[in-house]
Nanobody, 122 residues
Framework: VQLQASGGGLVQAGGSLRLSCAAS????????MGWFRRPPGKEREFVAA????????YYGDSVKGRFTISRDNAKNTMYLQMNSLKPEDTAVYYC????????????????WGQGTQVTVSS
């Protein structure tokens, strides 16, 4: 499956952005999906994940209560609604697909998008 992330940009602290991840090539609903991010100078970290139906979600502790992951299988698209953004949310955000069950583990994701930059100014 091919993944294309979009929706990144520059936003002030306290603002919102919505990232999208468009999938093509294989049956989108067969995959659990996730968002990861790589802050400047740091390792890539888990942000959020959603199961095949959208009914189960996981969040990283730093985004819980501020970010919402969702998917629309009819549109082959996953979303990440990011509210109350903080400067520490600045990172390249990656979407990924896993043929395994829903997981926070980066190594379980088989397919990755190219990343979209999110910059939050203070």
């Amino acid at each position: 499956v091919q993944l294309q992330a979009s929706g990144g940009g520059l936003v002030q602290a306290g603002g919102s952005l919505r990232l999208s991840c468009a999938a093509s090539g294989r049956t989108f609903s067969a995959y659990a999906m996730g968002w990861f991010r790589r802050p400047p100078g740091k390792e890539r970290e888990f942000v959020a994940a959603v199961n095949w139906s959208g009914g189960i979600t996981y969040y990283g502790d730093s985004v819980k209560g501020r970010f919402t992951i969702s998917r629309d299988n009819a549109k082959n698209t996953m979303y990440l609604q990011m509210n109350s953004l903080k400067p520490e949310d600045t990172a390249v955000y990656y979407c990924a697909a896993s043929s395994s069950s829903l997981t926070r583990r980066e190594y379980a994701y088989n397919y990755w998008g190219q990343g979209t930059q999110v910059t939050v100014s203070s």
